[in-house]
């Protein structure tokens, strides 16, 4: 059953039986030897605690290896009421460990199975959330944006499809991106890994997944939850953000496999899962923009992505994600008609009119406390603007005013700004054409 954000996301169900956790028993049981072997674990809440399942199943679990004749028992750990019994591998649960490490490093938080976590994606999709237009101004609420903008803007966050932005540089396309992620707002599950075909697909990602440490605590959280229990193999995290620029390559978008642990990373888009992907400077990659649209074309279509596993088995992901392309080149110039027809939304973000900029320049000028002086302004509008064929952006105005700022405390005066000060800011914006001899 599918809620919206605002009513909360469904927990997933904390497992009431070991065959619950959808992981057949030797699988946990080798995870179980592998985490006692590395942590040098003892007690059974101790087990419980790092491989995320509840103390009677660790209990469970602990007696079905008992009965192996892997772990033993050596008796209480401490005398007291609050005692506990300690636990050791034996000699064969130490071989078995070594063994089913040298199969692959992982050990700790037990796996959530691909299908189990397919049903938790469509609970908490991105494409769930209601974007108000309230909610998309208040994340905004420190740019000026043509009026029109919001508008195009809001419907295409709503649908969760993909956007693209474009137009010249300077004009806050990246804020936009980063104001769209602020605008959704709430939490959801995530695996810290997922199981496939036996293997261990490490998902959790702190650079991308903030992590919610009180969310248990959390008055009005947008989290539902019995009794506040849920299966303790996720962790509750913001809805995350990958931000990529010049840097991402195709290889990101697929299985990153480690040779020397033998264990998998989720792939970027993966790890972005209920939340958003930001594409930023598109064009600007070593990759061409075409073979990176195409690379999503089918995930962005059929809400699934496909990826292979080192044995050249593919198996099926969600893919639940908003994809945020920026650039400052023409959608025309980087793809074919094709790829343009699969991008869901396109939104020109063009600089400010004169009366805009000079919205945002007397703004600027108020939060870092330059008083705003007329003849400057005449100045910019009628001698240096006309330079450019009156091009303004919005970076301009924090970069004016900052390299003013920075002239003033060099010179010990009260901050200010008049024409000479715009002459000695406005050479730092724009370098003049020349050659340079060797």
């Known amino acids: 059953m599918n809620m919206h954000a605002s009513a909360g996301v469904f927990a997933p169900a904390p497992p009431k039986t070991l065959e619950d956790t959808g992981l057949s028993i030797?699988?946990?049981?080798?995870?179980?030897?592998?985490?006692?072997?590395?942590?040098?674990?003892?007690?059974?809440?101790?087990?419980s605690e790092a491989i995320k399942l509840s103390i009677p199943l660790t209990q469970q679990l602990v007696e079905?290896?008992?009965e192996q004749k892997l772990i033993e028992a050596q008796g209480t750990l401490h005398a007291g009421s609050g005692s506990e019994m300690a636990f050791q591998l034996a000699d064969a649960g130490k071989a078995r460990a070594l063994d089913a490490l040298s199969q692959s490093e992982y050990y700790g938080a037990l796996p959530v199975p691909l299908e189990m976590y397919k049903e938790q994606v469509k609970r908490q999709s991105i494409r769930n959330i209601q974007m108000t237009r309230d909610?998309?101004?208040?994340?905004?609420?420190?740019?000026?944006?043509?009026?029109?903008?919001?508008?195009?803007?809001?419907?295409a966050v709503s649908s969760g499809r993909s956007v693209l932005l474009y137009g010249p540089p300077g004009n806050g396309k990246s804020s936009i991106a980063n104001g769209i992620r602020d605008a959704?707002?709430?939490?959801?599950?995530?695996?810290?890994?997922i199981e496939y075909a036996g293997q261990v697909v490490t998902l959790y990602d702190p650079i991308v997944h903030t992590l919610v440490e009180d969310a248990d605590q959390q008055t009005g959280s947008s989290l539902r939850r019995t009794d506040n229990r849920y299966d303790k193999r996720y962790l509750i995290c913001e809805r995350p953000t990958v931000m990529t620029g010049g840097e991402l390559m195709l290889s990101m978008l697929d299985l990153n496999y480690n040779a020397t642990s033998r264990t998998y990373q989720a792939s970027l888009q993966l790890k972005s899962t209920g939340g958003v992907f930001i594409v930023d400077d598109l064009g600007r990659q070593e990759e061409p923009p075409q073979a990176?649209?195409?690379?999503?074309?089918?995930?962005?279509?059929?809400?699934?992505?496909i990826l292979t596993l080192q044995s050249g088995e593919k198996f099926e992901v969600p893919f639940d994600t908003l994809v945020v392309f920026s650039t400052?080149?023409?959608?025309?110039?980087?793809?074919?008609?094709?790829?343009?027809?699969?991008?869901?939304?396109k939104i020109k973000i063009d600089g400010p009119t004169q009366e805009e900029f000079l919205k945002v320049f007397?703004?600027?000028?108020?939060?870092?406390?330059?008083?705003?002086d007329e003849n400057t302004l005449i100045h910019l509008l009628k001698v240096k603007y006309p330079t450019i064929d009156n091009l303004y952006a919005n970076y301009h105005a924090n970069f004016l005013i900052d390299q003013m700022i920075a002239v003033c405390e060099y010179e010990g005066i009260p901050y200010q700004m008049n024409p000479d000060l715009v002459d000695r800011?406005?050479?730092?914006?724009?370098?003049?054409?020349?050659?340079?001899?060797h």
């Open 425 to 437: 800011a406005w050479a730092n914006m724009y370098v003049t054409d020349e050659v340079i001899k």
């Open 362 to 372: 007397a703004m600027v000028a108020k939060k870092k406390k330059v008083p705003l």
């Open 26 to 47: 030797v699988m946990m049981r080798d995870i179980l030897l592998k985490t006692v072997f590395r942590k040098n674990l003892e007690t059974v809440s101790e087990m």
């Open 292 to 305: 990176l649209i195409n690379r999503w074309i089918v995930p962005m279509e059929a809400e699934y992505d």
């Open 135 to 155: 909610r998309l101004l208040g994340s905004m609420q420190h740019l000026i944006l043509p009026e029109h903008l919001l508008e195009h803007l809001g419907p």
């Open 328 to 345: 400052n080149f023409h959608p025309n110039e980087m793809f074919d008609g094709a790829a343009l027809r699969r991008i869901f939304f």
């Open 184 to 193: 959704l707002g709430d939490l959801i599950y995530v695996p810290q890994c």
């Open 64 to 66: 079905i290896t008992r």
